[in-house]
Nanobody, 115 residues
Framework: QVQVVESGGGLVQPGGSLRLSCAAS????????MGWYRQAPGKQRELVAT???????TYADSVKGRFTISRDNAKKTIYLQMNSLKPEYTAVYYC?????????WGQGTQVTVSS
């Protein structure tokens, strides 16, 4: 089973970029589908992007063309490269690791897009 910890959040101006990282501990990281989710104040948590064990990616429509999810199995880490950031992307971003029988969440990292 893996545990995950996010990092890389912060304050960025509209149009700027950030890269989030999610480091995993535990075994068999390569067998987990990994994902990024976000939760804005007063809203439900929503999917941002996922990457499967075969590195197949999916994205929310709102971030397609702006965000890129990737994974490095040797480092047990996934990344979320976020470009052309908008104020509406302000949220706590959470990392998720899952298999059909296991689901793990990190504590989240705050991303604030503001001038």
């Amino acid at each position: 089973q893996v545990q995950v910890v996010e990092s890389g959040g912060g304050l960025v101006q509209p149009g700027g970029s950030l890269r989030l990282s999610c480091a995993a501990s535990g075994s068999f990281f390569s067998l987990y589908t990994m994902g990024w989710y976000r939760q804005a104040p007063g809203k439900q948590r929503e999917l941002v992007a996922t990457i499967t064990t075969d590195s197949i990616t999916t994205y929310a429509d709102s971030v397609k063309g702006r965000f890129t999810i990737s994974r490095d199995n040797a480092k047990k880490t996934i990344y979320l490269q976020m470009n052309s950031l908008k104020p509406e992307y302000t949220a706590v971003y959470y990392c998720n690791a899952r298999t059909p029988i296991y689901d793990s969440w990190g504590q989240g990292t705050q991303v604030t897009v503001s001038s």
